[in-house]
């Protein structure tokens, strides 16, 4: 709720009791006026965030965590990264929450209550990656517009809600579906109430896949209001785009979803690789689908210092898009060796892999620790920033932490 908005009403009483003391000088504030005490402007406390988590943007609200922060296996929602295209909404009545399935290529419209969902489905519990399409943007040269994100617009957070699946096999869908597209109750950043921020989708066989979720809950708990209470959407392994938050709607399409952020350069990289700075027509852009293959260093933090002869512990978190992760490398030497990481199988599919080493130094001196995860296929992180794009999307390039022997 819109604390603003909340105590616009407040009589002095009401106000002097939220502040445990009365307000001396009351009587001279403005009509309407909000006491800054009451102001509900730390962005951390409002969204139940850390305040190590870096804000990027506060209209619409951008936030991303730091490597370090990122150390548990199951991401906590202080950790989560927030993206928004939009306002987020306000005023959501769980109770009254619809989702509506429509489109072109569904059999029929079917509205179903959130306790229709819950109670119609199977519900089911996978731990999802979701990393922003532009996370590492802030390495692109020439720079891209956009959040200058760095390595922190990812997580894996546990989802629990029912199959995609499952509700549309209810509703029944044709044969010439094709994709599926999210509408959402977040408002335009312009206040023009017939404009989305964003409406993305997947292709049919990404909807239909097991782990992709009409979710309810984040880490066992209803979904936090910046994350997409009371409904969202989940496509692990995907451009997180995709995965659309406050779900009110679903359109089962007889083509390409051809929403906003859908079209033209949005979410899209050339589908030939192009020279850095190179102008790129709409129509030489390709959807971006699975995420590329990439790993973070979550412990210890850059910056560590350690005694000589002391081995140091690293580990982290691995992940490839719809691939797992096949092997896991370090390197102390820029780059020249590699050595081979502990890694653990996921959890479910779409999930990270935990990875870990100790690491022995030579000598004194400085250090960097760099890792790359290789995927099922074979293909590797690069170990600087791959094929630039306009839009500064899936920089995969290899995550380095500093490491000082004293
Ligand atoms: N309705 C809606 N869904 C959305 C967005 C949005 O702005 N509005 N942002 C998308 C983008 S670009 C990303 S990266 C993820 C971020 O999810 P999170 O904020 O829960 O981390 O949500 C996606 N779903
Ligand atoms: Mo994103």
């Not at 977040?186 to 009409?214: F, Y």
């Amino acid at each position: 709720m819109d604390r603003r908005k909340f105590t616009g009403s407040l009589s002095l009483g009401a106000m002097a009791s939220i502040l445990g003391v009365p307000i001396v000088f009351g009587k001279s504030m403005p009509e309407g006026y909000v006491p800054l005490g009451l102001q509900d402007t730390d962005p951390f406390q409002r969204f139940n965030k850390d305040k190590g988590m870096v804000v990027l943007n506060d209209k619409p609200w951008n936030m991303e965590a730091q490597a370090h922060l990122l150390d548990d296996k199951i991401t906590p929602n202080k950790f989560m990264f927030i993206r928004n295209n939009g306002n987020i909404p306000e005023n959501i009545d769980a109770a009254t929450w619809t989702l509506t399935i429509d489109g072109e290529a569904a059999n029929q419209e079917k509205t179903y209550t959130l306790q229709d969902l819950k109670t119609k489905f199977e519900q089911h519990t996978y731990q999802l990656t979701l990393e922003c399409g532009g996370n590492g943007r802030s390495e692109f040269n020439p720079p891209a517009k956009g959040n200058q994100w760095t390595v922190g617009a990812v997580g894996c957070a546990q989802w629990t809600g029912v199959r995609l699946r499952d509700i549309l096999q209810d509703v029944g869908i044709k044969s010439n579906a094709v994709y599926i597209g999210y509408h959402a109750a977040d408002t335009h950043l312009s206040g023009d109430p017939n404009k989305e921020p964003i409406s993305r989708g997947v292709p049919m066989q990404k909807a239909l896949q097991d782990e992709t979720l009409v979710a309810f809950q984040m880490n066992g708990k209803d979904i936090p209001l910046a994350h997409g209470f009371p409904l969202r959407l989940v496509c692990g392994g995907w451009p997180a785009s995709a995965s659309g938050k406050w779900v009110n709607r679903i359109s089962v399409r007889n083509k390409v979803h051809d929403g906003p952020k859908m079209t033209g350069s949005s979410y899209r990289i050339p589908c030939e690789t192009v020279a850095p700075g190179e102008k790129v027509a709409d129509e030489a852009m390709c959807i971006i689908e699975s995420m590329p293959v990439k790993s973070l260093i979550t412990y210890p933090k850059t910056g560590a210092t350690i005694k000589t002869n002391q081995d140091l512990k690293i580990r982290g978190h691995a992940w490839a898009g719809e691939l797992q992760v096949s092997t896991m490398e370090y390197s102390i030497d820029f780059g020249s060796t590699w050595k081979t990481c502990s890694l653990e199988q996921p959890t479910n599919r779409l999930a990270w892999q935990h990875f870990g080493a100790t690491v022995a130094f030579p000598k004194k001196g400085y250090y960097e620790v760099w890792a790359r995860a290789t995927d099922s296929t074979g293909t590797s992180q690069p170990m600087v920033l791959p094929g630039w794009n306009p839009k500064g999307y899936l920089n995969n390039a290899c995550h380095r932490i500093a490491v000082k022997v004293s």
